[in-house]
C-alpha cells in the first residue's frame, strides 16, 4: 500500500493526545487492508479500492473535536456490530474511539480490529461510498 505524505501530515497536526491512536488506525487498516488505496479525501484519510479519482471508500479515520472517528463506508456492516458499538456508533458508518467506564481503548481497537476483518471478508468490491 503506498504511504501519502497528506496523511502523514494530517496525523502530525492533529492534537498531539489524538496522534498515537491515529496512527494506530492507519497501521491497522494498512495492515488488514492492504489491497487499498491511501488517499485523502474531504478533509481526512480514506482507504479506497482503486485509486482513480471516484474510487471506492471503504474505509477511514479523522481527528474530530471529540476525539477520533473511525469510518466503515458499508453501514449494512456496521448494523451487524450494533450490539457491541452501541453508543460508539455515531450516524450511519462512523464509529467513536473514546473510552468509556466499560471499555478500555484495547476493547475498542479489538471491536475496530474485528470490523476491519469484516470489511476484509467482504472484498474490495463490497457497498460502497464514492469519493
Keep these: 500500500m503506498n504511504t501519502l505524505p ?5 496525523i502530525a497536526r492533529s ?6 491512536l491515529l496512527q494506530r488506525l492507519r497501521a491497522m487498516i494498512r495492515e488488514r487492508l492492504p489491497q487499498l488505496t491511501e488517499a485523502f479525501a474531504s478533509g481526512m484519510p480514506v482507504y479506497t479500492a482503486g485509486a482513480q479519482p471516484g474510487a471506492t471508500w471503504r ?3 479523522a481527528s474530530r473535536k ?3 472517528m473511525f469510518y466503515a463506508m ?6 451487524g456490530f ?3 458499538l452501541g453508543t460508539l456508533r455515531s450516524g450511519k458508518s462512523c464509529v467513536e474511539m473514546k473510552v468509556t ?6 476493547d475498542v481497537l479489538g471491536l ?5 476483518g469484516a470489511i476484509a471478508a467482504k472484498g474490495a468490491a463490497g457497498p460502497t461510498t464514492k469519493s
Design 74 to 79: 458499508d453501514e449494512a456492516l456496521l448494523d
Design 112 to 116: 475496530v480490529d474485528r470490523i476491519l
Design 59 to 61: 474505509c477511514g479515520f
Design 15 to 20: 492534537p498531539e493526545d489524538q496522534q498515537e
Design 101 to 106: 467506564k466499560k471499555r478500555t481503548l484495547v
Design 6 to 10: 497528506e496523511v502523514t501530515a494530517y
Design 82 to 84: 450494533a450490539e457491541e
Design 66 to 68: 471529540k476525539g477520533v
